[in-house]
């Protein structure tokens, strides 16, 4: 059409179509006109919200345009992009970030304060994007970011769940869940894409045909059908006009479905049809490291990949390319195993749809494809009934079986006669009723597989993955360290610390290099540096006793240690192993004389973090916390020198206040059970230190920092087995400590003791699966070193500071070109001012 146009209507368009400017001006009138407009207001009726609503407006205005210039140049020049297939994307509030990333944020600071606003109190007003659980969701939200400030040409794919993470309150002591309806107010951060819809199948038939030349095809007619609408959420990189995109998939009715029944004379059915196809989309599973074997949540996945593998076929086959260059334009990452059904749907489009032949489409599947394993817990293995998926998915399932057994024959010719290997390797678990193991149906359709920390990768290639590795060999198993991104969880969540760094290191250079933080090594040994960097951690932790004091109304010195654990709660996680430690701490303060009380250095333990609403155990630990913080502060025996809070509904935004302010966190998984951890990298970024196992990505922390600048104990992951062998068999006694501790608690300590009974059994000799008992001794004697550490403020500055300076490995952009130069085989493509219009 543009073609057609003459000079005068381009000229016009382009010259409407740049870009608005930036100065103060400009964006206080766009601000207003938001007010006056688009939310109908006035001055007079203003208050927080609203001026956030106007603010986030203007703000999307400038995203929106840099998201057009970048997708613009990108479809022009068409370069290999990557897809990440994340079911959770923890994002977290959008304003501060998008505007620190666009270097806009002190134009509006001083727009919004000129209109009578304070801009914190209006950046505090955005409610979070909760669509994830965890470490997994928010290492998604990082990957992004980081992406968009190294100009990858990348797109996330996700679900638009209408509820997120549940709101957690606590009452009397225990965790009880609210819906989280984070879309009541409207999401300025999305763009509605109402044109772009696709038609997902479920269930139905497969008919078999032959094609003219005698050659079988399959033809999967599904029994129904709904539509996936498509969100797109503009992601700004940081000091770039790069603007990447993740585009989240909401479920509705087709048309056509409801016609039928309706048709049919059936109206309740078809609503009750609609209802159904919108509940696909409507609540995030709220697990985290466990399986949820739900029809439901089958069903999200498969809606999930069929909608994105559909869009990104579909802008593939734009470029008029070969299929054999499909892997040369398009590298899909496997966020975990939940998108493992996008290899099956990959090869059915290439076979049923696009005519291929199986072997020519499964090459294309494998070059494709390449997938991250976070876990090796089993109860975290995702595996799906076989008759439960025949009857969603009935063509995927032939699929499966067939990419199983053509696998399978591979092995027998390599490795003949040796049925325990095909049993073990199978994808296909032969149990009442058979089960598809989804991480070996991500292993076998990947070219690469990789574990997110140097201890994790190592591990599944001795464990969960063994066989896969003496069958392919060692190259397709690889590590990538995880990362953080420096510009939310330094930056923005502590601009102080941000701002004296970039003082002391001259420019800001370090916020996309964060190896240069090293040149604050040098800075240890000035007493007037330490001074300011101290000063700082002190500011940030008044800012978390305020918000302690609103939350949980307790007065907490924030002269105190401040010793946080904030994570989801699990037995593995080991929260419970630490709150035993606070009771064994408070008894000893209590069996003192006042002499000796006056040298416990105060500490105050702050914990946070949700348990998935089924699992019963991990929410008695929560009470147990509050039931342990309601005798421990109101007892004037102890006074300041312990105090012990739950911070309730901990979300991203709540860390954003919790990490800067931590002196010391607690990462005390049992060896060889977390992955990688990801806050750990957090909390040592803004000068924290940490206490900890040799587990997942402390490990690489250890390397980085020294041992003087972390307090490490525990069993390693090595260890581990024997030590489960002994206490079980061997009758190993109890630690004495733990055992006091214990007593205290059925003594009835804290509330009756008939209700923690259930926790207490989990410790029981031989039942200590996560070895509480075998780690406690050391664990005392860790937090020991901790207050006597911090005892010595100057020396314990040092430690801060080195911390910091150390930590560049830890960037999101390091393990971001990782991937991107080891596994997707992309190029950065940097978008040219204006160059698109
Ligand atoms: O993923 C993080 C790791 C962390 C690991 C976590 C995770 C989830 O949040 C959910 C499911 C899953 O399998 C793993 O527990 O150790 O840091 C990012 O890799």
């Known amino acids: 059409e543009k073609a057609k146009w003459p000079k005068e209507t381009v000229d016009l368009w382009a ?117 994830g659980n965890g470490g997994l969701g928010r290492l998604a939200a990082c990957y992004m970011d ?39 107010f409207d999401n300025p951060w999305e763009l509605p894409r109402l044109d772009i819809s696709i038609q997902i199948g479920f269930g139905g038939h497969v008919q078999t045909l032959q094609d003219e030349y ?64 919108e509940k696909i989309t409507s609540v995030l599973y709220p697990n985290d490291n466990t399986m949820a074997g739900k029809e439901l949540r089958l069903k999200q996945q498969y809606f999930w990949t069929a909608a994105s593998l559909h869009d990104i076929v579909r802008r593939f086959k734009k470029s008029m390319r070969e299929w054999t260059d499909f892997p040369n334009q398009i590298a899909i990452q496997l966020n975990d195993t939940h998108p493992a059904l996008a290899i099956v749907e990959l090869q059915r489009l290439l076979v049923d749809e696009e005519m291929l032949s199986w072997d020519d489409a499964w090459e294309i599947v494998i070059k494709t494809f390449a997938f991250t394993n976070h876990t090796v817990l089993p109860e975290a293995m995702e595996k799906w009934s076989v008759p439960m998926f025949e009857y969603l998915l009935p063509r995927h399932l032939q699929i499966i079986f067939d990419i199983n057994l053509f696998f399978l024959q591979k092995v027998e010719m390599k490795v003949p006669n040796d049925r325990g290997l095909l049993n073990r390797l199978s994808i296909i678990e032969e149990a009442q009723p058979q089960q598809i193991r989804m991480a070996h149906l991500a292993v076998v359709g990947s070219h690469k597989v990789n574990g997110v920390a140097a201890l994790h990768s190592n591990l599944i290639k001795t464990t969960i993955f063994k066989d896969f590795v003496d069958y392919y060999g060692e190259e397709k198993f690889v590590n990538k360290t995880n990362g953080v991104t420096p510009r939310r969880w330094l930056h923005q969540a502590n601009p102080q610390l941000s701002a004296l760094i970039t003082e002391t290191l001259g420019n800001d250079k370090w916020l996309k290099d964060l190896s240069l933080l090293k040149g604050l090594a040098a800075k240890t040994e000035d007493a007037a540096f330490r001074k300011k960097w101290m000063t700082i951690k002190r500011a940030n932790k008044v800012r978390l006793a305020e918000l302690i004091k609103a939350r949980c109304n307790v007065e907490v010195s924030p002269d105190a240690l401040f010793d946080v654990q904030v994570k989801r709660i699990h037995e593995y996680k080991r929260q419970f192993m630490n709150i035993l430690s606070v009771i064994h701490r408070y008894r000893t303060i209590k069996s003192m004389t006042a002499a000796q009380k006056a040298s416990v250095q105060p500490r105050v333990v702050i914990f946070g973090g949700k348990a998935a609403p089924g699992y019963y155990i991990a929410k008695l630990v929560i009470k147990l916390i509050n039931s342990v913080a309601a005798v421990v502060n109101q007892d004037p025996a102890v006074g300041d020198l312990l105090k012990v809070v739950f911070v309730p509904d901990y979300n991203v935004s709540v860390a954003e206040v919790i990490v800067p302010a931590s002196d010391i966190s607690q990462h005390i998984s049992t060896a060889g059970t977390e992955a990688s ?161």
């Not at 613009?72 to 970030?97: A, H, I, T």
């Not at 030590?723 to 003594?747: F, T, W």
């Open 146 to 184: 980081s992406l968009a400030t190294l100009d990858y040409p990348a797109w996330g794919y996700g679900l638009r769940y209408n509820y997120g993470i549940f709101q957690q309150r606590i009452v009397d002591g225990y965790q009880t869940e609210y819906p989280d309806y984070w879309l009541n």
């Open 214 to 277: 005698g050659v079988t095809r399959h033809n999967w007619i599904p029994g129904q059908s709904v539509q996936a609408i498509a969100y797109d959420v503009p992601i700004p990189g940081y000091d770039t006009e790069n603007c990447n995109n993740i585009r989240l998939w909401r479920s509705k009715p087709t048309r056509v479905f409801d016609l039928t029944s309706f048709n049919e004379g059936n109206y309740e059915k078809s609503v009750e049809d609609a209802t159904n196809a």
């Open 15 to 131: 010259k409407l179509s740049k870009k608005e400017a930036n100065d103060i001006d400009t964006i206080q009138r766009s601000i207003v006109h938001h007010v006056t407009t688009t939310l109908a207001r006035a001055a007079y009726n203003m208050d927080n919200f609203s001026a956030y609503q106007a603010v986030a407006l203007s703000t999307r205005d400038r995203l929106i345009s840099r998201w057009n210039e970048t997708q613009g140049q990108l479809s022009k020049v068409d370069p290999k992009r990557v897809y990440y297939l994340s079911l959770e994307f923890l994002l977290g509030r959008s304003m501060d970030n998008a505007l620190l990333n666009m270097g806009l944020k002190d134009t509006y600071g001083e727009g919004i304060e000129r209109l009578g606003f304070n801009m914190e109190e209006v950046i505090e007003s955005e409610v979070d994007a909760a669509l």
């Open 677 to 837: 951890g990801t806050s750990n990298m957090k909390f040592v970024l803004n000068g924290g230190l940490i206490i900890g196992t040799l587990d997942g990505a402390n490990v690489e922390i250890l390397e980085e920092i020294g041992e003087d600048n972390i307090f490490i104990f525990g069993c390693m992951a090595h260890e581990v087995e024997d030590l489960r062998h002994a206490q079980r068999y061997r009758n190993v006694p109890m630690d004495p400590a733990l055992q006091g501790v214990i007593s205290a608690i059925e003594k009835g300590t804290f509330e009756d003791p008939k209700i923690f009974q259930p926790l207490i059994s989990t410790l029981t000799v031989g039942k200590d699966f996560y070895l509480i008992s075998a780690d406690f001794a050391s664990y005392i004697t860790a937090n020991q070193q901790v207050d006597a550490a911090y005892k010595n403020q100057e020396e314990w500055a040092k430690k801060s500071i080195r911390c910091t300076a150390h930590m560049g490995k830890f960037s999101s952009d390091r393990s971001v070109k990782e991937y991107a130069e080891e596994i997707w085989n992309i190029k950065p493509y940097s978008v040219e001012d204006e160059g698109h219009l």
